[in-house]
């Protein structure tokens, strides 16, 4: 069975109520600051799917595709390369 969870690409966006992670149809979770540890926290947060998949991915196969993916989870988890986006209406 899948755990569940909420569906599509998870981002940052940040707004006059501070950082969260959203997807382009919910806020999955304001965290109501704008300092750098809350921005920290929203792209470990956002980069959450990203890592389980590349995880799964290496328990397998070590494979160019795993090694791709680890490289972007990892950043993206690390906030490089990455858009912060204004909130979800």
């Given at each position: 069975?899948?755990?569940?969870?909420?569906?599509?690409?998870?981002?940052?966006?940040?707004?006059?109520?501070?950082?969260?992670v959203?997807?382009?149809?919910?806020?999955?979770?304001?965290?109501?600051h704008?300092?750098?540890?809350?921005?920290?926290?929203?792209?470990?947060?956002?980069?959450?799917?990203?890592?389980?998949?590349?995880?799964?991915?290496?328990?397998?196969?070590?494979?160019?595709?795993?090694e791709?993916?680890?490289?972007?989870?990892?950043?993206?988890?690390?906030?490089?390369?990455?858009?912060?986006?204004?909130?979800?209406?």
């Amino acid at each position: 069975m899948e755990p569940k969870r909420t569906p599509g690409d998870w981002f940052v966006a940040h707004d006059s109520r501070g950082y969260a992670v959203e997807t382009e149809l919910v806020r999955i979770v304001n965290l109501g600051h704008s300092d750098e540890c809350a921005k920290g926290d929203a792209h470990l947060m956002a980069a959450a799917p990203d890592l389980l998949a590349a995880l799964q991915e290496l328990r397998y196969a070590c494979t160019d595709k795993a090694e791709a993916m680890a490289d972007a989870a990892i950043a993206k988890a690390l906030g490089h390369n990455v858009e912060v986006r204004g909130a979800a209406k």
